[in-house]
């Protein structure tokens, strides 16, 4: 059967690829160390998991309200206040099954044809394919190393054109870990706000993530409040990447459209995982700096063991658990008279040859790079790193 041009325009997950690239060596019982993986490797904190059994024993069994509970969007509130002091009315949240949903809402209610969507690179991947699902066209703007692959407001300001209608900032930043001070978010704002009609989505996933400098959201100047949209979740600060929740915040009619789309797709979200979500959101935080602690040394001993490799660039990420070292001095090179050409051929290697697996730069629009995530223990990092050092110097 015929399938929609739509669907036909979008790429796969290569983060999602490469983990299972790496699945299918493990079950030919090949040890093969998963530099990929977005996802803490910790558990759920009790306090959380305690609020889901009483939710389960309460019996919300049946249908959740298409925005949220109530009290799971009261807290949604609070956090934003307390937390970015961002005043956002109830009418204006919108809880969903994931950061990733969110987002799909955002861009399917806001784009179309025609539309230009600026995104800067490195970028999560699905930024792209959301807004080729819409039929908009993304226009990519590079960070450049020299500045942590931060792009600047004069790069933005460049990209806008008449048919320009959006904006996509990751701070912190997947894939680089890199953070945006207040100064030159402000200086992004300015150049935004002679712009309204410019939609302004700000993914901060890895909020809680920040271990050099301090977080800061582009929603908080009063100069774009009224194209702001700030999309967030648990997933990642309270290692509940399964339990499936996002939610965002944003002006009446954008947030009434996207519930009105929520509404024809999944409607309400997981009832358990959203009392879960209260408890997350208004309960013990304890758990979030004992687990920056342990990431830390994670990150501190993967920076090192990078920086050891001849010819490897990388600056020390001030957030999430990636790195996103520059491996160009070993592209163009060849093994066994094969060259590689690409990143993807060069993460290639690395998992058939060293059997640690990477994800290619050219995923996350800087081919000259590969992501390698640390959300394993110290010991499988420099296993892993020992690996990729003794298959790099394999290259001729």
């Not at 969507?117 to 792209?128: C, E, K, Q």
């Not at 602690?293 to 001993?301: M, S, Y």
């Not at 058939?352 to 390698?372: E, M, P, Y």
Request: glycine residues 6%; hydrophobic residues 40%.
């Amino acid at each position: 059967m015929r399938l929609s041009s739509r669907i036909n325009r979008v790429a796969e997950s290569q983060t999602l690829a490469m983990g299972q690239k790496s699945n299918e060596l493990k079950e030919q019982g090949i040890d093969v160390i998963n530099f990929t993986v977005g996802q803490p490797d910790y558990f759920t904190p009790d306090n959380i998991k305690q609020a889901a059994k009483k939710a389960i024993d309460d019996n919300f069994s049946f249908y959740s309200p298409v925005p949220g509970f109530k009290d799971v969007v009261k807290a949604v509130q609070a956090k934003f206040k307390r937390e970015n002091n961002l005043d956002f009315a109830e009418n204006q949240i919108l809880v969903s099954t994931g950061g990733k949903q969110c987002l799909a809402n955002v861009f399917q209610v806001l784009f179309q044809e025609g539309d230009e969507v600026i995104i800067p690179a490195p970028y999560w991947v699905s930024y792209i394919e959301l807004a080729h699902l819409c039929n908009a066209t993304p226009v990519v703007i590079e960070g450049k190393a020299e500045n942590n692959y931060k792009i600047t407001a004069e790069q933005l300001e460049a990209a806008i054109t008449p048919k320009t209608h959006g904006f996509v900032l990751n701070a912190p930043s997947n894939p680089s870990g890199s953070i945006y001070t207040k100064e030159e978010l402000k200086a992004m704002a300015d150049v935004l706000a002679k712009y309204p009609e410019v939609a302004v989505i700000s993914d901060e996933m890895y909020e809680h993530l920040t271990y050099d400098g301090k977080h800061e959201t582009i929603g908080q100047f009063e100069n774009i409040k009224n194209q702001a949209i700030i999309v967030n979740g648990i997933s990642k600060a309270y290692a509940m990447t399964g339990w499936r929740i996002g939610y965002m915040g944003a002006p009446v009619e954008i947030a009434k459209a996207c519930k009105k789309l929520q509404s024809q797709t999944t409607s309400g979200t997981c009832s358990i995982a959203q009392k879960a979500a209260v408890e997350a959101l208004n309960g013990d935080q304890t758990s979030i700096e004992e687990h920056k602690k342990v990431l830390i040394k994670r990150r501190d001993a993967m920076v090192e063991g990078l920086r050891s490799i001849p010819g490897v660039k990388l600056n020390t990420p001030p957030a999430t658990f990636y790195t996103f070292p520059d491996v160009s001095a070993y592209i163009g090179k060849s093994y066994n008279g094969k060259k590689i050409n690409d990143s993807f051929e060069l993460a290639d290697f690395l998992l058939n040859v060293a059997h640690v697996a990477t994800v290619a730069g050219a995923a996350f629009g800087i081919d000259s790079c590969i992501r390698l995530s640390y959300v394993v223990d110290v010991d499988r990092i420099n296993e892993g790193i020992s690996r990729i050092k003794k298959a790099l110097a394999e290259l001729k």
